[in-house]
């Protein structure tokens, strides 16, 4: 790479297209974030459909047939 | 079939040597069977000007003995090479079978496999058998499934199992478009076919594979992918996420594979071409998905990460899961003993090879051991069936929430305090899978007991699996997740000199 092109990527980098690009990047990875939000709340949704609602009885046979049907489907 | 423009130079034991311009798909067969097939140039260097390729390294172990090697252009069956070929030292013939003696292709993962083209009629119609049974599974489920990827392919482009394809791939578009309700429909699936009987391993969020046993004991996984539709675009696990018309899916057509009748997409070209490109008409053993990176982005996000580290770990284990682990009991067991009295209710989680799991048991201890990878602890767990010792291994994935709080939930209501240890498993996650662990620790201690930790804190040198983390981050995480640590140390680790372990014994908000 030649001093040229070289002084130009710092100039690039380090002004308002630099800034930006970072700024792209978190961005990114913010949206990231909150995709991932997407699949815990599917398992929490699941786990209270499964085992909270199963709890309730307090009868402790259901609950723990609950408990093992649940965990061998995980 | 007659010469090709393509010129064969050379070949060695590392790989092939040829000359030619065009990017076209070549097969290479031993004994006039294809093995493997790859692209002239995609897949090989310049080299001197000509063109390198490696053979590739499931194929290598293999190449010792003599065999008539040929590589012949895909398309055209025009030959670049055809001859008596040794490779090694050996005077034997090479045969590209498995233990059994089945033949074996180079699959599009680049794994030996038993590929369709060696499979008889008779072999393939308990696969087709299962796809029908899976399917039908899926729609008592509510789900209308179909074959994707290679399958449909197949099915479409000549009515037939793909020959260097070697699994079964369903597919289906759920009605719902949000990622949480297609998350938590597949959860159900998996629920339905695991009470069906069937052995699921989950993929990711909405993928999972159902094993299918054969008439020849052969087990053959089926993969299930699922997608949906969003704004116009249809995104399908693990490839696709383009624009796309709802029409093009419902209401499901059909189409015919090996003679039978099946469901399919309303316009499956138009799913192949989302799948495959517009060239999905032509043959292409060696194809290679070119998702793009914005497609891989969502995919991730919204559906992948509970299998983190699975592999790896599978991967140790695989070579070692039928000999007990040398070095056991480790000092920390010996400490954990020495400070809990017989018998103790103890949850080893991490367990591993579970050698200590398995010395704590003869010390008259109940002992569960919990394991990302459970059959890494075959061995332990057939000694202590034979010895009579109170010693189970389950299933436990960090990753997931719902095996954490599934398997905390029960500990949970297990009857009295617990002894939990948990040895180098701090320092083999990552700091949100290290929540989770504190989590689960702190539900089996909910009717008290102590909390044992073996963490790598600094020293020594980097290692494969696990990495430090200092001990103040220990303490920071257990005081936020309501453990009070009651005594700490730092000793030096036995089994590799320099290396610091962190020593934490801890209950759940006890002062």
Request: charged content about 25%.
């Amino acid at each position: 790479m030649s001093l040229k092109d070289r002084l130009v990527g710092k100039l690039i980098s380090s002004g308002p297209v630099g800034q930006l690009t970072e700024r792209i990047k978190e961005l990114e990875a913010e949206v990231q974030e909150i995709r991932q939000q997407n699949l815990r709340l599917a398992e929490l949704a699941d786990v209270v459909g499964e085992l909270l609602i199963p709890m309730a009885s307090r009868d402790q046979a259901r609950i723990d047939a609950a408990v093992e049907a649940y965990l061998k489907s995980v | 079939m007659g010469a090709s423009a393509i010129r064969f130079i050379s070949l060695n034991d590392e790989g092939l040597m040829l000359e030619g311009s065009d990017d076209i798909v070549l097969d290479v067969t031993f004994e006039g069977r294809r093995v493997w097939s790859f692209w002239l140039l995609r897949d090989s260097v310049e080299r001197g000007g000509h063109r390198w390729v490696e053979w590739p390294g499931s194929l290598v172990p293999f190449l010792d003995g003599h065999c008539q090697l040929g590589v012949i252009e895909h398309l055209t069956g025009e030959v670049v090479y055809d001859a008596p070929t040794q490779f090694g030292t050996s005077a034997d013939q090479i045969a590209i079978v498995n233990a059994e003696g089945k033949a074996l292709g180079i699959d599009k993962s680049g794994r030996m496999a038993q590929t369709f083209d060696t499979r008889s009629a008779e072999h393939v119609a308990p696969l087709l058998d299962s796809i029908e049974e899976v399917l039908g599974a899926l729609k008592d489920a509510g789900i209308e499934a179909f074959p994707a990827y290679g399958t449909l392919l197949g099915a479409v482009r000549e009515g037939k199992l793909i020959g260097h394809d070697s699994d079964a791939d369903l597919g289906y578009v759920s009605q719902h478009e949000n990622p949480v309700d297609v998350i938590r429909e597949s959860f159900r699936l998996q629920r339905r076919l695991s009470n069906a009987g069937y052995t699921i391993t989950r993929y990711s969020a909405i993928a999972f594979k159902v094993d299918v046993k054969e008439a020849d004991g052969s087990v053959r996984g089926l993969d299930v992918f699922g997608g949906f539709l969003c704004q116009g675009r249809l995104y399908l696990m693990g490839e696709v996420g383009q624009a796309f018309e709802r029409e093009w899916i419902f209401p499901l057509g059909t189409t015919t594979l090996e003679g039978r009748t099946l469901p399919a997409p309303a316009v499956p070209e138009k799913l192949l071409e989302a799948m495959y490109g517009r060239g999905w008409k032509v043959p292409d053993p060696a194809f290679h998905f070119e998702t793009p990176a914005s497609t891989h982005r969502r995919l991730n996000g919204w559906f992948r990460g509970t299998r983190t580290g699975r592999d790896a770990w599978s991967r140790f284990f695989s070579t070692r899961r039928h000999t007990l682990p040398e070095g056991s009991p480790s000092e920390f067991a010996q400490f954990v003993a020495s400070q809990e009295q017989t018998p103790a209710r103890v949850v080893d989680l991490g367990c591993g090879r579970a050698g200590d799991a398995l010395w704590l048991a003869r010390q008259g201890h109940h002992v569960t051991g919990y394991d990302f990878v459970p059959t890494g602890s075959l061995a332990a767990q057939k000694v202590a069936a034979d010895e009579g010792l109170d010693l189970s291994v389950e299933s436990l994935n960090l990753n997931e929430w719902r095996s954490v709080f599934g398997v905390g939930t029960k500990l949970a209501h297990a009857p009295g305090p617990a002894v939990v240890i948990a040895n180098h498993v701090a320092d083999a996650v990552g700091a949100r899978t290290r929540k989770s662990l504190w989590r689960v620790a702190s539900m089996a201690l909910r009717q008290g007991g102590r909390l044992y930790l073996n963490v790598w804190v600094g020293g020594g040198q980097s290692k494969a699996l696990v990495h430090p983390v200092p001990m103040r981050v220990i303490e920071r995480e257990l005081a936020a997740a309501g453990f009070v640590v009651q005594h700490q140390e730092i000793v030096e680790d036995q089994q590799d000199s320099g290396r610091q372990v962190g020593r934490l014994v801890a209950q759940v908000g006890v002062k």
